[in-house]
């Protein structure tokens, strides 16, 4: 590290990674381990993207903390890469094997003398919608962003807190962590190539409008329904009706919720169907006599997710009706009626549902010019593979897929970019 005649901090490295989730972890490491210095920036307060977020995962239906925790212990034991959260890259200058890139870093107002001990929290006065949760919990304005967080450090969302003029947090803390005039800052990374691990959110369901997201309390959508049945989630893994907490004797999962469709997500986001079939086991696992509607256009589960699928229409109380839902009404008491038509009889159908959940697709976070470099990107915005210039997309920043896929598509994009002189 070095300063950069400008006061701010500089450092030099091979490889820059844009993107803390699995994607990102995974190519930092791998890097790591063959000797190159990694630099990794996330830009939320800890590592682990969207699958910290998932209540299981398929294939072996494991908790997220299995490969996420192997990744943050090599990462740990390892002093070849840095990590900076609350980053962004804002500007990336130079050429392929000599980069200059800008990243601004956001302030925790949180120091490493952080032992998490939550004192800051039980004292602090003001609450604030938890992201992580989609919504569905709160938590004070000075929190701990996950019972997983990588760095295990509380921060402050200064959107909210009162600064100064409250100071309990500040009071409180035995270990002197707090510190609220901690400034943002700008650095300097040098580093040779650049991999950008950016991920994927979830279409925004409220442009569903036929589907009553955001209208129907208990209208949700899949990635909300991981957090549902999770643990760690705001019902402590109990799958209960947003609307009055009851339990469920009918669901119906809506796939492709504006997949393959031309208004909305026109291409297929491949591991919605085993995520789906994933959540009727969560859903099984609970409610053992529950009837379970499954409406879909085509059921994709390629390879080793077929069995996933096999295994599900096995159960009698699982209904796959072959149609695109037209439509979610509510009727008395937030119960559902789910209206579509059913291609192999021709018949229109419609069901009864106590909980209705929505198979949105991945929207690339590379879309839209949110990236500060101008990488060749297909048509709906992800990047193209293959890379441009010593800079290579990985992940779901690339395609829509699954875990096991996205740790290979990693570990080949770090072999391309350690070649890079
Ligand atoms: C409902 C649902 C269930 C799923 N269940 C499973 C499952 O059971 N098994 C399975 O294998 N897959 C599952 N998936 C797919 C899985 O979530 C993805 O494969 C995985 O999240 C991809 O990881 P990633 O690192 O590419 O992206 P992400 O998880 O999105 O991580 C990207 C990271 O980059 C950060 N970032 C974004 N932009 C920037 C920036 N400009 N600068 C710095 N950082 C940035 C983000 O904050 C994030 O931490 C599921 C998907 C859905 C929708």
């Given at each position: 590290?070095?300063?950069?005649?400008?006061?701010?901090?500089?450092?030099?490295?091979?490889?820059?990674?844009?993107?803390?989730?699995?994607?990102g972890?995974?190519?930092?490491?791998?890097?790591?381990?063959?000797?190159?210095q990694?630099?990794?920036?996330?830009?939320?307060?800890?590592?682990?993207?969207?699958?910290?977020?998932?209540?299981?995962?398929?294939?072996?239906?494991?908790?997220?903390?299995?490969?996420?925790?192997?990744?943050?212990?090599?990462?740990?034991?390892?002093?070849?890469?840095?990590?900076?959260?609350?980053?962004?890259?804002?500007?990336?200058?130079?050429?392929?094997?000599?980069?200059?890139?800008?990243?601004?870093?956001?302030?925790?107002?949180?120091?490493?003398?952080?032992?998490?001990?939550n004192?800051?929290?039980?004292?602090?006065?003001?609450?604030?919608?938890?992201?992580?949760?989609?919504?569905?919990?709160?938590?004070?304005?000075?929190?701990?962003?996950?019972?997983?967080?990588?760095?295990?450090?509380?921060?402050?969302?200064?959107?909210?807190?009162?600064?100064?003029?409250?100071?309990?947090?500040?009071?409180v803390?035995?270990?002197?962590?707090?510190?609220?005039?901690?400034?943002?800052?700008?650095?300097?990374?040098?580093?040779?190539?650049?991999i950008?691990?950016?991920?994927?959110?979830?279409?925004?369901a409220?442009?569903?409008?036929?589907?009553?997201f955001?209208?129907?309390?208990?209208?949700?959508?899949?990635?909300m329904?991981?957090?549902?049945?999770?643990e760690?989630?705001?019902?402590?893994?109990?799958?209960?009706?947003?609307?009055?907490?009851?339990?469920?004797?009918?669901?119906?999962?809506?796939?492709?919720?504006?997949?393959?469709?031309?208004?909305?997500?026109?291409?297929?986001?491949?591991?919605?169907?085993?995520?789906?079939?994933?959540q009727?086991?969560?859903?099984?696992?609970?409610?053992?006599?529950?009837?379970?509607?499954?409406?879909?256009?085509?059921?994709?589960?390629?390879?080793?997710?077929?069995?996933?699928?096999?295994?599900?229409?096995?159960?009698?109380?699982?209904?796959?009706?072959?149609?695109?839902?037209?439509?979610?009404?509510?009727?008395?008491?937030?119960?559902?009626?789910?209206?579509?038509?059913?291609?192999?009889?021709?018949?229109l159908?419609?069901?009864k549902?106590?909980?209705?959940?929505?198979?949105?697709?991945?929207?690339?976070?590379?879309?839209?010019?949110?990236?500060?470099?101008?990488?060749?990107?297909?048509?709906?915005?992800?990047?193209?593979?293959?890379?441009?210039?010593?800079?290579?997309?990985?992940?779901?920043?690339?395609?829509?897929?699954?875990?096991?896929?996205?740790?290979?598509?990693?570990?080949?994009?770090?072999?391309?970019?350690?070649?890079?002189?």
């Open positions: 590290m070095s300063g950069n005649g400008n006061g701010g901090r500089e450092f030099s490295a091979d490889l820059l990674v844009a993107g803390g989730g699995i994607a972890t995974t190519a930092a490491i791998e890097a790591a381990e063959v000797g190159k990694t630099i990794l920036i996330e830009k939320n307060p800890c590592l682990g993207g969207r699958v910290l977020q998932m209540s299981k995962y398929f294939p072996k239906l494991c908790p997220p903390s299995c490969g996420l925790e192997i990744n943050f212990r090599r990462i740990k034991q390892n002093s070849n890469v840095r990590i900076f959260t609350l980053g962004e890259v804002k500007e990336v200058s130079g050429e392929k094997g000599n980069y200059e890139v800008k990243v601004a870093l956001k302030p925790r107002y949180v120091t490493g003398k952080c032992t998490s001990c004192l800051c929290a039980d004292e602090c006065p003001v609450s604030r919608k938890d992201e992580f949760n989609y919504g569905m919990k709160e938590t004070k304005a000075v929190y701990l962003p996950n019972p997983m967080a990588y760095p295990m450090k509380y921060v402050i969302d200064m959107d909210v807190c009162e600064g100064e003029s409250c100071g309990k947090c500040v009071a803390c035995p270990y002197d962590a707090i510190d609220l005039k901690m400034q943002a800052e700008i650095i300097t990374v040098k580093v040779k190539s650049i950008w691990a950016t991920g994927w959110k979830p279409y925004d409220k442009k569903l409008d036929n589907l009553g955001g209208d129907y309390p208990n209208v949700i959508t899949n990635v329904m991981e957090r549902l049945a999770a760690d989630g705001p019902t402590e893994g109990k799958i209960k009706r947003p609307s009055d907490s009851g339990g469920i004797q009918s669901i119906a999962f809506v796939q492709c919720a504006g997949s393959r469709d031309e208004n909305h997500l026109p291409y297929c986001s491949t591991v919605c169907c085993a995520a789906s079939l994933k009727v086991s969560y859903v099984r696992e609970q409610f053992p006599y529950a009837e379970i509607h499954v409406f879909y256009i085509d059921i994709r589960t390629p390879g080793r997710l077929e069995d996933i699928y096999m295994k599900i229409q096995e159960d009698e109380k699982v209904f796959f009706h072959r149609g695109k839902v037209a439509k979610v009404e509510e009727v008395e008491n937030n119960n559902l009626i789910v209206t579509a038509e059913d291609t192999l009889s021709g018949t159908t419609k069901q549902a106590d909980l209705v959940v929505l198979a949105v697709g991945l929207v690339p976070n590379s879309k839209n010019g949110n990236l500060p470099v101008d990488l060749p990107k297909d048509e709906f915005g992800f990047l193209l593979p293959g890379g441009r210039d010593g800079m290579f997309g990985v992940g779901t920043a690339v395609r829509p897929m699954e875990v096991s896929t996205v740790n290979q598509d990693a570990t080949g994009a770090v072999l391309k970019s350690i070649q890079v002189r």
